[in-house]
Each structure stands twice: as C-alpha cells, then as structure tokens.
C-alpha cells in the first residue's frame, strides 16, 4: 500500500491506499492552504478503493473488460451456457406446494420440487418454455391421466399414484404438452419402478404370476388358402406358437385343418419346422384361414431397406392372376424355424446390444468324453439384423412344401403404410385375407420392387382400388 502525499504515487489496484490529515498551519511567509480540500480528496479516493475492492478488474486488462463478460453493452446479462457455468458449491432445487387439480399448476409453481397435494384427478398441467424439468411428489393416491397431446404418462396408460411416489415431467412447449421421464413407486423402496427397461432387473425380482396378458408380447399369424384342396405352409411362430383358431369366409364347408405339424424337415437340414396344413372346398369354393397367437421372441426385422412392420406372402396362379393362398405375420418364416437361434438370452448393459450365449461340443470331442473339463466351449454370437436372416436362403418363404409349378410366390412392399396397416387391422381382429385374396379391394403390381427379398421371391407392391 502507499501512503498518499508521501511522494511514492498510489498502491492501488494492488492495494487499498492511506492518508494522514492536513492541518492549516502554514509556515511564516508560506500561502494559506485549506487541508479541508485534500483530505476530502484522498478520502473520496480512499473511498471508491474500498468499494471496488483490489484487483477489480481480475485477470482481464480492465473492469471493463471483466463486466463485459457477463453483461451486454445495454446493461442486460449475457446468456450463460453450460460451458460458462461453474458450480462451486451444491445446487439446491427449490421446493412449492401445488393443489391437485384438473389442471395442476405445477408450471406457474415457483420450484422444480413440487408437492402434489389433494386426491383430484390431473388431466393436464399448466404450460412452460420446452426443456423445463419438474420432480413432483404425491402426498396422496390420485389418478394421472395419458393424453397423447398433453401429458403423456409412462406406458401410455393412467397412472394412479400413493403417498411418497415420485415422477419426474419435461415440458415440451406445446400447449399443456408434459412427458414423464419416470415414475418410482414408493412401496417398492429405492431403486424400483413402474417401468423397467429390458435387462435392469433379473428373474427373481418377478412375483409369481405377476406378469399378466397385458405384459406379455404376443401377436398373430394367419394362414390362409382359397379353393384348393391341400396348403401346406410354413407358420411363422416356429416353437412360441399356441392352439390356433379356424375361419371360414364362406358358407361352404372346410374339408380339413389338419392342425400344426413339427415333424417336417427341410431339405436335409436336421432342423424342425412348424407347418399348418388346411384345404379350402372347391364345390362350393370357400377359403379357410388359420390365426394363430403366439409369443413374439425377436422383432424388429429389416431386410437392408429399414424395419419391417408385417410380412405378407401371397401365391398367384400364373395362369389367371388369382391369389390362391396367402400368410401374414409380422415375423417371416425363416426366423423360428431354422437351424439359427436368433433369440437372444443376454443384454450387454452397456452397449445393450443382444447375444446369443450357447454352448458347443469342441471339435475333435466324442461324446465319452463329455466328463474332459474341455469338453464345451462357449459363443457369444451377437444378434443382429443380418444374423437374424442367416436361414433365409432355406426358408424363403411359406410354401417351401409346395409343389409351385406355374405359380409366383409374392412379397406385398413390407415397407409401404399399407401394409403396416393390415398388420394393424389384423392385430384389432379384422380378416384382412378378406380383403386382399380376392383382389377386390386391392391392387397388386407386377412390378418388380428394388426391394431386400429372399431369392425366389417377387417383391410387389399393393395399393387400395
């Protein structure tokens, strides 16, 4: 510090200078000087030293400078960014307590903790700026409702809550529009939620009998011939098939639905394959579908050209154009009937891609050996797209047990809306070989589509008449 009429000039910003007072007594001879002037100087300056405090201006050349930093040139802050924010100590939520109401005002609620208060049913929430996240605890049992424009809960289904659950909401901007990110349920202590993603929980975190019809991934394959007297064709369910259910669309007779047959091989593979055979009556002519229910094990499927939504093979007669039988699933038949295990057993949790993990005999092994130590070795085969066509070339399509002479076995575009809307319609129960086999209400091409197929195979598209 320096001392300020002393000669040696000023500490500051260093250091916060100092003074001595001046009295008005002059030497004989000398001019009469007020000290009152330079005293209220030096304190003044003395004064805006303090009030900057030393080194105002940081590492940067000026204060300027440094205020420049976070405020513009009108006053206002700058925006500040993630890369600008430092947090030097902890980051408190502020807490509000909100009234549960039709419409719970947790957005105009001064906090991003909101204690949701009351048994009123919550139809929506109140609107805020897109990316706001609130953490909202339920003091009592209420019910959530699912919007898909508004707040769009967990499952897509009314929640119902208890005392001490938790849900966490983003706001995305549209009017009223919330998304839960995630729901804990307090009964089922820490860690333990509503909904769980694949592989973070193992078996023995199931009760008995707790996963139920609505839990339980299944979807349907039906099997359909017109007019012919015997189809024998591939079923898409493989092994996860159920007892299948029978259809006639006419008022003639079926002769036969001789049920599902496991014993079939392919060519000289020695691999099982499901098939369904079933004959339509030909005087009078009536057609006969299959529907089948059974648990779906490996979707998605992409053929090189994205993920396919349903799979419909149909059989044309050459000779007249007529569509003698047809298959829809939403699973081709190459995937559960093959030599291939394309069902995966293990999740890697970090890259969550899907494994196969089997056990093979080494080569070289007899089985009098099984008791070697070396005996089995284990694979790890990763299950991907491609790897779940691997049998595509020996099941190509679903009338492999088929004599074909003077027939063309079609794929309707397995990526065209339409087709992912009969596979919609057939999921609500609708008969969409109705639709398609007469060729009443649709049109098929005979075009070539520059589509991925299986060899043998004519990709064609299909549109409403």
């Not at 089995?376 to 085969?381: A, G, L, T, V």
């Not at 065209?416 to 639709?435: A, C, T, Y």
């Not at 589509?449 to 299986?454: A, E, H, T, Y």
Request: overall charge negative; cysteine-free; aromatic content about 6%.
């Amino acid at each position: 510090m320096a001392q300020l009429g002393s000669g040696t000039g000023t500490g500051y910003p260093a250091a916060i200078d100092t003074t001595k007072t001046e009295v008005n007594s002059p030497a004989a001879g000398k001019t009469l000087v007020n000290a009152n002037t330079p005293n209220d100087l030096a304190a003044a300056i003395i004064a805006i030293q303090n009030e900057l405090g030393i080194n105002p201006a940081g590492t940067l050349s000026t204060l300027l400078a440094r205020l420049a930093v976070e405020t513009n040139t009108d006053g206002t802050h700058s925006d500040i960014t993630a890369d600008s924010l430092v947090l030097a100590g902890k980051l408190n939520t502020v807490s509000a307590t909100v009234a549960s109401a039709s419409e719970a005002a947790i957005g105009a609620a001064d906090g991003n903790l909101i204690l949701m208060t009351g048994t009123t049913t919550i139809d929506n929430f109140d609107e805020l700026a897109e990316g706001t996240v609130k953490i909202v605890r339920f003091a009592d049992a209420l019910t959530l409702t699912n919007s898909a424009t508004e707040t769009l809960n967990l499952g897509a289904a009314n929640v119902t809550t208890a005392a001490g659950d938790y849900a966490i909401y983003t706001s995305r901007g549209a009017t009223k529009r919330w998304d839960m990110l995630a729901y804990h349920i307090a009964a089922n202590g820490p860690g333990v939620a509503n909904s769980v993603a694949s592989g973070s929980i193992d078996q023995t975190a199931i009760a008995s009998s707790a996963v139920g019809q609505a839990e339980l991934k299944t979807t349907t394959t039906t099997n359909s011939a017109s007019a012919v007297t015997v189809a024998v064709q591939t079923a898409a369910f493989g092994q996860y098939g159920f007892s299948p259910q029978i259809h006639d669309s006419s008022s003639g007779t079926v002769s036969g639905v001789n049920g599902i047959e496991n014993a079939a091989r392919i060519n000289t593979t020695a691999s099982p394959v499901s098939y369904v055979s079933l004959a339509g009556n030909n005087s009078p002519a009536t057609s006969v579908t299959v529907t089948n229910r059974y648990i779906q094990a490996s979707p998605p499927y992409d053929l090189g050209d994205g993920e396919v939504a349903s799979f419909i093979f149909v059989l044309i007669k050459n000779s007249n154009g007529i569509i003698e039988q047809m298959v829809h699933a939403p699973d081709p038949p190459w995937a559960h009937n093959g030599p291939t295990n394309i069902v995966p057993n293990y999740v890697d949790p970090k890259t969550n891609k899907k494994y196969y993990n089997k056990f093979v005999r080494k080569q070289g092994k007899t089985l009098f050996e099984i008791d070697h130590p070396d005996f089995m070795e284990e694979q790890m085969i990763e299950i991907t797209p491609e790897f779940k066509n691997s049998d595509m070339s020996l099941i190509p399509h679903p009338f492999i047990a088929q004599n074909l002479t003077g027939k063309t076995v079609v794929l309707l575009d397995p990526m065209s809306d339409l087709v992912l809307r009969f596979e919609q319609m057939k999921e609500s129960g609708e008969n969409v070989p109705d639709i398609i086999m007469g060729k009443k209400y649709v049109t098929i091409g005979n075009t070539e589509l520059n589509r991925g197929r299986p060899n043998n195979v004519m990709s064609v598209s299909v549109k409403m008449k």
